[in-house]
């Protein structure tokens, strides 16, 4: 396969296409490959290139986190720098998620280690998942107050209510096993790059126009993410505009300490 070398250099991911295949890779490793706002723009401005240089896009973290959820650190220096964080909009995040489940490609996340909280949308929205077999999913966001609204849409489609429900006030870490049996995970091996590989080889024989045509009528057929986007912002909205939420976020940030635990 040949590789394209025009691509942009971009501080949060790593890009590279290999013909008709783009892999981008979250690299934040000083964040835990947490979300940020230039995060979801470079990473949307990669999907709107593969709109018609891709047929498929893997989504890809490092080795040890895929990617973590919100960056906290960054929610709470916006604080003290008295920006509220209400101010901040989940449109352009939930947007990213919807090109990776409605784009004209087949969209692949690769799981290495930890996937968390705003992680698993990325997760959820993709077509197939592939993880190795030490990979966990997590759902923290209650034990912040918080609440997964802008991921479940895309759980929930993936996994039922019931899953998605479950995961939500657990907020324990799922195994590779229990993700795949609850159809969150497509297919997992201790050796997920060849597992990823030979996906790939077979994946390549769909056409673009074919694929394309394909994703826009399962689609149609299953929108409950474009029909739950307005009150997954609003939710979202409301639990980082709640004040005792946004300090138990600034609290951990500082001294490493989880709601419950004694100052």
């Known amino acids: 396969m040949g590789v394209l070398s025009n691509v942009a250099t971009y501080e949060t991911i790593k890009v590279r296409f290999e013909d008709d295949i783009c892999f981008i890779q979250i690299d934040r490793p000083e964040a835990n490959n947490a979300i940020n706002d230039s995060l979801v723009e470079e990473f949307s401005d990669v999907l709107d290139q593969c709109e018609d240089q891709a047929k498929i896009v ?9 990617c973590f959820g919100a960056d906290f650190k960054s929610i709470q220096q916006s604080l003290d720098n008295g920006n509220g964080h209400q101010e901040q909009n989940p449109e352009p995040m939930y947007n990213l998620w919807m090109k990776l489940a409605s784009g004209p490609y087949v969209s692949i996340a690769h799981v290495r280690g930890k996937a968390n909280a705003g992680g698993i949308g990325f997760v959820a929205a993709c077509d197939i998942v592939l993880c190795e077999e030490r990979a966990v999913f997590s759902l923290s966001e209650l034990l912040f107050g918080l609440m997964p609204a802008c991921v479940l849409p895309f759980l929930i489609r993936k996994v039922g209510f019931s899953k998605a429900h479950y995961m939500t006030l657990m907020t324990q870490p799922v195994s590779a096993k229990q993700a795949c049996d609850w159809g969150l995970v497509d297919a997992y091996e201790d050796k997920s790059e060849n597992l990823l590989r030979k996906h790939l080889l077979r994946l390549r024989l769909l056409s673009k126009e074919g694929v ?4 826009n ?13 307005a009150e997954a912002l609003a939710a979202n909205i409301e639990v980082f505009s709640d004040q005792n939420n946004l300090d138990k976020i600034t609290r951990f940030v500082k001294t490493g300490q989880f709601p419950w635990e004694a100052g």
Do not use: H, Q, T, W
């Not at 394309?212 to 994703?215: F, I, N, P, T, V």
């Open 217 to 229: 009528y399962m689609n149609k057929l299953n929108d409950f993410p474009e029909a739950s986007k």
């Open 58 to 66: 893997v989504v890809e973290g490092s080795p040890e986190v895929f």
């Open 212 to 215: 394309a045509r394909y994703k």
